[in-house]
């Protein structure tokens, strides 16, 4: 019998089920690893938006990232929401002391709803300690151009926000066209690695409710690399995952609902 594959997310928590943390466990599931995680933050928010957080203490990070590595290694993980530089400290610090690979992060700089999520001054801490040590992270174009400095206005200025991206932090960079008013009527994503591109393109799905996709997609790349599939195949067969979810068409609450993740 082959071993199942164990995939970690360390993030914030969504009680409303969408996104953050329960998102990552859902879409895990569908995969069929062993989801794991380790919580950063508590927030209060449902498919309208976020009202509030409360952010983890980084040694209590610490404990449950310990607690985890004393017992169940993990084949991948995948970061999301990390509120402040000590967390971040932390949980870069547990990932360089047990050489863990397969890293993918989603860097959470704000909600959908614009509230704040990780503190600006963090954002450096973030980039120049965490980047370093993932395999991939997994900007939209709004966070790109925050982390590259630069506007993003076509699949050119995508790709070259990307190389900087790649040639400043040693990591591989997937840039979300989701946002983009640009691709027309396609989604296209760009994946900048070994300072070579590949575009992955889907159509686009009519259907509002598409809270907490950064965090499937992202979690889904994980799932994908615990089973030993390349970068591009991973990035591949995930955002098809994604554009499944997304076409089922799920509706619940009062706002920007929540995916399907069983396909």
Not at 141 to 170: C, D, Q, W
Not at 234 to 262: M, N, Q, S
Request: net charge negative.
């Amino acid at each position: 019998m082959t071993p199942m594959k164990k995939v970690l997310t360390i993030a914030g928590s969504d009680p409303s089920g969408g996104a953050g943390i329960q998102a990552d466990l859902k879409t895990m599931e569908a995969h069929g690893v062993y989801g794991m995680s380790v919580i950063t933050a508590l927030t209060a928010q449902n498919t309208m938006g976020v009202t509030g957080k409360f952010p983890v203490p980084a040694d209590f990070v610490t404990e449950q990232l310990n607690s985890i590595y004393e017992d169940i290694i993990p084949d991948a993980v995948k970061i999301g929401m990390l509120p402040d530089a000590e967390v971040m400290r932390s949980v870069r610090d547990a990932l360089v002391a047990h050489n863990q690979k397969n890293v993918v992060l989603d860097p959470v700089l704000s909600s959908t709803s614009g509230t704040n999520l990780s503190e600006e001054d963090a954002r450096e801490v973030l980039k120049t300690a965490l980047f370093p040590v993932c395999r991939l992270i997994t900007p939209n174009i709004p966070e790109a151009e925050v982390l590259a400095g630069t506007a993003i206005t076509s699949k050119e200025e995508m790709e070259r926000a990307a190389k900087f991206l790649y040639e400043t932090y040693g990591c591989g960079v997937l840039i979300k066209g989701g946002h983009s008013g640009f691709t027309g009527e396609k989604a296209e994503d760009c994946l900048c690695d070994d300072s070579s591109f590949a575009w992955f393109s889907d159509r686009r799905i009519d259907n509002p409710n598409t809270h907490g996709t950064g965090c499937t997609l992202s979690s889904a790349i994980a799932c994908n690399l615990a089973e030993g599939l390349s970068l591009p195949e991973a990035v591949e067969r995930a955002k098809a995952y994604l554009t499944k979810c997304i076409e089922k068409g799920l509706d619940l609450g009062k706002g920007r609902g929540p995916l399907e993740h069983r396909i």
